[in-house]
């Protein structure tokens, strides 16, 4: 599975948009990008997934290049409780989650 | 439609005694993962189970760990013999079928956090 490379921390006002950047260089043809948050005590919970160019949901937007060598999550008007860490993954549609590897996560820090 | 559960939330252990660890996956779904996350680290991948099948057991140690996903019931995680460092939150991870995977995301539970004294 592609190695995924993220910011190890990021910070941030309540009402600003954040974009965390992930690269995957070695992403394969059948490769998919997904990204979870998680809080302190919880475990991680799904964000967005995509394959390719852009996906959009209530909570953020995916933004994948044509080369697919990296993606970047974007958090529209942040919170407070956003502050989270984020993880960037990317997992084979042919194996599935087999052997997730889940690097050290951007942790996302809002102030007020 | 209730997540995925597990239990205990906080588990304490003397050195030396087992740890059982139970998960149940989300309605409907027949994969099981576990995962080990020490402070300040990301997810550590296990194993990965199906219903009575171990499909992957790579990422668990070979010794006083074991894992399965029976018929009937929870998925378990087993630790012999505890050690200080096993002290962890161990997270289950649950998803659909293989057909499904894309346009299903893998939920996950909110651990059990081991202390061993």
């Known amino acids: 599975l592609a190695k995924t490379t993220q910011p190890i921390s990021m910070d941030s006002y309540e009402g600003q948009e954040v974009n965390i950047t992930c690269s995957h260089n070695?992403?394969?043809?059948?490769?998919?990008i997904t990204w979870y948050q998680q809080f302190p005590s919880q475990g991680p919970r799904f964000i967005i997934q995509?394959?390719?160019t852009k996906v959009t949901n209530e909570v953020a937007s995916l933004f994948i290049p044509a080369d697919r060598k990296s993606s970047t999550l974007s958090l529209p008007r942040v919170s407070l409780s956003d502050t989270a860490v984020y993880y960037c993954?990317?997992?084979?549609?042919?194996?599935?989650?087999?052997?997730?590897?889940f690097g050290t996560g951007t942790r996302l820090l809002v102030s007020p | 439609n209730a997540g995925v559960m597990q239990n205990p939330r906080h588990l304490v252990r003397r050195r030396g005694q087992e740890a059982r660890l139970r998960c149940s996956p989300m309605?409907?779904?027949?994969?099981v993962y576990w995962y080990r996350q020490l402070p300040e680290e990301g997810l550590k991948f296990m194993v990965y189970?199906?219903?009575?099948?171990?499909?992957?057991e790579s990422g668990m140690p070979k010794e006083r760990f074991s894992a399965e996903f029976p018929k009937e019931g929870p998925s378990i995680l087993r630790i012999q013999q505890v050690v200080r460092g096993d002290s962890a939150a161990y997270f289950c991870?649950?998803?659909?079928?293989?057909?499904?995977?894309?346009?299903?995301?893998?939920?996950f539970g909110n651990g059990t956090r081991l202390t061993v004294t």
């Open positions: 993954l990317v997992y084979s549609g042919n194996t599935g989650f087999q052997k997730l590897v």
């Open positions: 991870a649950s998803s659909e079928n293989r057909d499904s995977w894309v346009n299903s995301p893998l939920h």
């Open positions: 309605k409907g779904h027949s994969h």
């Open positions: 995509g394959y390719k």
């Open positions: 189970l199906q219903k009575e099948n171990i499909i992957d």
């Open positions: 070695n992403i394969a043809t059948n490769d998919y």
